[in-house]
């Protein structure tokens, strides 16, 4: 497995009293998968992600992620798994504004120490893949919603990571360009390539072969998306 979660919880104090955000969560996620970790507002699904992210610690519980136990790690063993194992897409694209394409995906390899010339390397492969190589010199500005979340994907692949983790990937995007993105991690999951996708959306999660489903902190659904997706919700 390249995600191992056993028995996670997290609590959090406000005003005094206990809030579990994750009530003795138990998943498990095999290289090469594509997951949506689906539920309402409230329900613990972001408290995963971040967890999922190490971007934050469980309270209790155990954490292994491509073998190496991460629930116990300290903040500066954490950044480097982070660094190393994760690719961060994000709802808002988190690109630096000034900077070139080609810049913002070699901007991991930077903080990783990999040469110049490697990283320029990587930056050109990886937006060939999300067929953005006529955009490399163009800044955020002068892409669109989508492009700009293909710039995002493609930086997340430039640093070959073991995991391409996605918050609301289609989040900010109209249907048809959400539709050009969902179409794009079809390809990166057939190409081998293990995605987690966060969402609070049904049709997203039905486009999964694989959803979990949460509520209260609890998972209460684990199976084929086009079923875990709508259940409890009432079909459109």
């Not at 994000?90 to 120490?113: D, I, K, M």
């Not at 249907?175 to 049904?202: D, K, M, W, Y």
Request: hydrophobic share 40%; aromatic share 4%.
């Amino acid at each position: 497995m390249l995600i191992e979660l056993k028995d996670i919880r997290r609590e959090y104090t406000v005003g005094g009293e206990v809030v579990r955000a994750l009530d003795g969560v138990s998943i498990g996620i095999a290289k090469g998968e594509w997951v949506a970790i689906i539920g309402q507002s409230g329900s613990g699904k972001s408290t995963l992600m971040n967890v999922i992210g190490c971007l934050d610690t469980p309270t209790s519980g155990s954490y292994r992620l491509n073998g190496k136990d991460v629930a116990r790690m300290d903040d500066d063993e954490l950044a480097g798994i982070r660094n190393r194992e994760i690719g961060f897409i994000f709802q808002n694209f988190q690109l630096l504004p000034r900077e070139t394409s080609l810049a913002n995906v070699e901007l991991p390899l930077v903080y990783r120490g990999v040469s110049a010339r490697e990283r320029r390397a990587r930056a050109i492969d990886a937006l060939k893949k999300v067929r953005l190589e006529n955009r490399m010199t163009h800044k955020p500005t002068e892409l669109s919603g989508g492009q700009r979340q293909r710039v995002a994907i493609a930086r997340a692949l430039a640093g070959e990571p073991s995991l391409l983790l996605a918050d609301e990937p289609t989040g900010n995007l109209d249907s048809a360009t959400g539709e050009e993105i969902v179409r794009l991690f079809e390809e990166l999951h057939q190409a081998g390539h293990t995605l987690v996708l966060v969402t609070h959306e049904p049709r997203l999660a039905a486009r999964c072969p694989r959803a979990i489903r949460l509520s209260d902190g609890q998972v209460v659904g684990d199976g084929p998306g086009a079923e875990v997706a709508w259940q409890g919700v009432a079909r459109p």
